[in-house]
């Protein structure tokens, strides 16, 4: 707009604050690149900028006259600055900016057909078109390309095409990024020690430079074997976030559509992960419910989110018995469908394959684990991220909200809204609560919404009353906001009988996997919809699932315990 870049706007401003914080008061657009739009709730850090991009250059000219060019992101005002003139757009801020933009594209390595970003929005060609590059003046590639870095379990890193933003450095939340070197050969590493394989990194790199290690090519071969029966189950969180690719409002819930559409990718049996999410309740609540009794490790802590478990075997191993002894969904519907299902229709469980759509990275970590397999029957084969997903949809020119809607196989595809509410942040304790309370009581909750826990403040703490008794619970989503938590609980003043925790901001919704981005309104728009297809839900209850009990009573106590439970070690 004309009138913005030739105008100008008087602000005061709180002390301290950035130039770029006074422009947005002032109505004025500053471009920005390396900065990440907001940090997840809880943090105590200001929104993150590295200063390394250079596209928010402003000029500054102080009160007694003397100017300078500087980073609008870092800047903070002070008295020191009163009366100062800052001009953010003039034409030789934008050949600045240009120059800028030029020195990042330079370390792109730009090989866009075979980018794995496949057709996602790509932001940094989306801010170098703005811009008027001079590529031609240097050469490229300017870098030496370099193969992937493949040492991470489940992220590829190609450092060739890192840009420098140190977002990634900035998301991670536990310190597993590291930038060394200096200059042209400053490159990114990932300290296999601590990551925790979140994928939170993927969400917020804007050049594909960390991306997660696709299983498609391996998902294609079992689907063309005429010797496999291919079996995929679908996360809760998956379903309220894929039609963003195709267009659609996030929360929007597509499980019927991507039933009919996995059913024509060549999936033998589609199964429904709220399945698995019910009986996980059904074997956690019972679990809680004797460790009340008996006091043994309390508080439990939810184990379904394998970035967590990963978390509490590298940084807390001495609280690792206060987990949950249940597998998660994803390996529990493994289990069942090679030891159970294959049986009941009459397969050769080692022909069968269990592939698994997740909005999560860890998930294929999860997958590759020792005690997720019986014997050399591994629960689950392959793991595809949401993004993969997509990938392979739009490659089969599938447009999903067109895909007339199926239902899921039977025998492992009832789900409740308990279930469902699982891929949000407070949905697997609300859900257990329902549950737990039945068991308590012998009555069920007269509201199964539990409000208490609902939202996304970091922490969030309640009271549920059980009968004649009430117990404390807390839900914590996003790691930065688990250390005081644990503390209390090595302390042993911990005032928690059971704690939800769930490694991504905004739980499952907001994974590693999912389309990219970190924007916490859209994360709590697929909540959401999850939210309300439990309110809609015919049944809201994990112990009302029909075929969850019928597989309870047909695997007996020995092989629900041996298929079902694990112990983690650090
Ligand atoms: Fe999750 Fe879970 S909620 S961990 O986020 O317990 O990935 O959606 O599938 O296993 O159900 C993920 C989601 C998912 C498991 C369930
Ligand atoms: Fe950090 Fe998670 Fe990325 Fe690992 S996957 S480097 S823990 S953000």
Same mark, same amino acid.
Not at 490 to 495: V, Y
């Given at each position: 707009?004309d009138?913005?870049?030739?105008?100008?706007? @008087? !602000?005061?401003?709180?002390?301290?604050?950035?130039?770029?914080?006074? /422009?947005?008061?002032?109505?004025?657009?500053?471009?920005?690149?390396?900065a990440?739009?907001?940090?997840?709730?809880?943090?105590?850090?200001?929104? #993150?900028?590295?200063?390394? $991009? +250079?596209?928010?250059?402003?000029?500054?000219?102080?009160?007694?006259?003397?100017?300078?060019?500087?980073?609008?992101?870092?800047y903070?005002?002070?008295?020191?600055?009163?009366? /100062?003139?800052?001009?953010?757009? *003039?034409?030789?801020?934008?050949?600045?900016?240009?120059?800028?933009?030029?020195? =990042?594209?330079?370390?792109?390595?730009?090989?866009c057909?075979? $980018?794995?970003?496949?057709?996602?929005?790509?932001?940094?060609?989306?801010?170098?078109?703005?811009?008027?590059?001079?590529l031609?003046?240097?050469?490229?590639?300017?870098?030496?390309?370099?193969?992937?870095?493949?040492?991470?379990?489940?992220?590829?890193?190609?450092?060739?095409?890192?840009?420098? $933003?140190?977002?990634?450095e900035?998301?991670?939340?536990?310190?597993?990024?590291?930038?060394?070197?200096?200059?042209?050969d400053?490159?990114?590493?990932?300290?296999?020690?601590?990551?925790?394989?979140? +994928?939170?990194?993927?969400?917020?790199?804007?050049? /594909?430079?960390?991306?997660?290690?696709?299983?498609?090519?391996?998902?294609?071969?079992?689907?063309?074997?005429?010797?496999? !029966?291919?079996?995929?189950?679908?996360?809760?969180?998956?379903?309220?976030?894929?039609g963003?690719?195709?267009?659609?409002?996030?929360?929007?819930?597509?499980?019927?559509?991507?039933?009919?559409?996995?059913?024509?990718?060549?999936?033998? /049996?589609?199964?429904?992960?709220?399945?698995?999410?019910?009986?996980?309740?059904?074997?956690?609540?019972?679990?809680?419910?004797?460790?009340?009794?008996?006091?043994?490790?309390?508080?439990?802590?939810? *184990?379904?989110?394998?970035?967590?478990?990963?978390?509490?075997?590298?940084?807390?191993?001495?609280?690792?018995?206060?987990?949950?002894?249940c597998?998660?969904?994803?390996?529990?519907?493994?289990?069942v469908t090679?030891?159970?299902?294959?049986?009941?229709?009459?397969?050769?469980?080692?022909?069968v394959?269990?592939?698994?759509?997740?909005?999560?990275?860890?998930?294929? =970590?999860?997958?590759?684990?020792?005690?997720?397999?019986?014997g050399?029957?591994?629960?689950?084969?392959?793991?595809?991220?949401?993004?993969?997903l997509?990938r392979?949809?739009?490659?089969s020119?599938?447009?999903?909200?067109?895909?007339?809607?199926?239902?899921?196989t039977p025998?492992?595809?009832?789900?409740?809204?308990?279930?469902?509410?699982?891929?949000?942040?407070g949905?697997v %304790?609300?859900?257990?609560v329902?549950?737990?309370?039945?068991?308590? @009581?012998g009555?069920?909750?007269?509201?199964?919404?539990?409000?208490?826990?609902?939202?996304?403040?970091?922490?969030?703490?309640?009271?549920i009353? =059980?009968?004649?008794?009430?117990?404390?619970?807390?839900?914590?989503?996003? %790691?930065?906001?688990?250390?005081?938590?644990?503390?209390?609980?090595?302390?042993?003043?911990?005032? #928690?009988a059971?704690?939800?925790?769930?490694?991504?901001?905004?739980?499952?919704?907001?994974?590693?996997?999912?389309?990219?981005?970190?924007?916490?309104?859209?994360r709590r728009?697929?909540?959401?919809?999850?939210?309300?297809?439990?309110?809609?839900?015919?049944?809201r209850?994990?112990?009302?699932?029909?075929?969850?009990?019928? =597989?309870?009573?047909?695997?007996?106590?020995?092989?629900?315990?041996?298929?079902?439970?694990?112990?983690?070690r650090?």
């Amino acid at each position: 707009d004309d009138r913005v870049r030739t105008g100008r706007v @008087t !602000v005061t401003v709180p002390e301290n604050s950035t130039i770029k914080q006074a /422009a947005d008061l002032g109505g004025v657009d500053c471009p920005t690149f390396c900065a990440l739009p907001e940090m997840p709730p809880g943090s105590a850090e200001p929104p #993150y900028t590295s200063g390394s $991009c +250079g596209l928010c250059t402003v000029d500054l000219q102080l009160a007694c006259g003397r100017t300078s060019s500087v980073c609008a992101c870092r800047y903070r005002l002070t008295s020191a600055e009163d009366g /100062a003139v800052i001009t953010v757009h *003039s034409a030789r801020l934008d050949s600045t900016r240009d120059a800028n933009a030029t020195l =990042l594209a330079l370390r792109h390595r730009a090989s866009c057909i075979t $980018c794995p970003l496949g057709s996602e929005p790509c932001e940094l060609r989306t801010m170098l078109a703005g811009h008027d590059l001079g590529l031609e003046r240097y050469p490229h590639p300017y870098l030496a390309p370099e193969p992937p870095d493949v040492s991470n379990p489940v992220l590829d890193v190609q450092r060739d095409n890192c840009v420098l $933003c140190r977002r990634c450095e900035r998301i991670c939340p536990v310190g597993a990024i590291q930038f060394v070197g200096r200059g042209r050969d400053t490159s990114l590493l990932i300290d296999p020690d601590r990551c925790v394989s979140c +994928g939170q990194c993927t969400q917020v790199c804007p050049a /594909a430079a960390i991306v997660e290690r696709p299983a498609i090519r391996q998902v294609r071969e079992a689907l063309a074997d005429p010797d496999t !029966v291919v079996t995929v189950q679908v996360a809760p969180a998956v379903r309220v976030a894929v039609g963003e690719a195709f267009g659609l409002a996030p929360g929007t819930n597509l499980i019927g559509h991507l039933c009919g559409a996995l059913r024509r990718l060549g999936f033998d /049996a589609v199964f429904d992960t709220d399945f698995a999410a019910d009986l996980t309740i059904v074997e956690e609540a019972a679990e809680l419910v004797d460790r009340l009794g008996t006091g043994h490790a309390l508080p439990m802590i939810t *184990s379904c989110c394998p970035a967590w478990i990963r978390y509490v075997e590298t940084f807390w191993p001495d609280l690792l018995p206060h987990l949950s002894t249940c597998k998660s969904p994803q390996q529990m519907l493994g289990a069942v469908t090679k030891n159970w299902w294959a049986q009941q229709v009459g397969i050769d469980p080692d022909r069968v394959v269990n592939v698994a759509v997740m909005p999560c990275t860890a998930k294929k =970590l999860e997958a590759r684990r020792e005690e997720m397999a019986d014997g050399p029957r591994r629960h689950v084969d392959h793991v595809l991220t949401t993004r993969e997903l997509i990938r392979m949809l739009k490659a089969s020119g599938l447009h999903l909200p067109d895909v007339p809607e199926e239902t899921p196989t039977p025998m492992l595809s009832e789900g409740s809204g308990a279930g469902t509410i699982f891929g949000a942040t407070g949905g697997v %304790l609300e859900a257990a609560v329902r549950t737990v309370h039945t068991l308590v @009581t012998g009555t069920e909750l007269a509201d199964p919404d539990v409000h208490a826990v609902r939202g996304t403040a970091g922490v969030r703490a309640a009271t549920i009353g =059980l009968g004649g008794r009430t117990v404390e619970v807390a839900v914590v989503h996003g %790691l930065h906001n688990v250390p005081p938590v644990l503390q209390q609980i090595r302390e042993g003043s911990s005032p #928690y009988a059971f704690i939800e925790v769930m490694a991504c901001p905004g739980g499952c919704v907001g994974g590693g996997g999912q389309p990219h981005g970190f924007d916490m309104a859209v994360r709590r728009q697929r909540a959401e919809g999850l939210f309300s297809t439990d309110a809609a839900s015919p049944s809201r209850r994990s112990h009302e699932n029909k075929e969850v009990a019928t =597989l309870r009573a047909a695997l007996g106590d020995d092989e629900r315990h041996r298929l079902l439970h694990t112990r983690y070690r650090a």
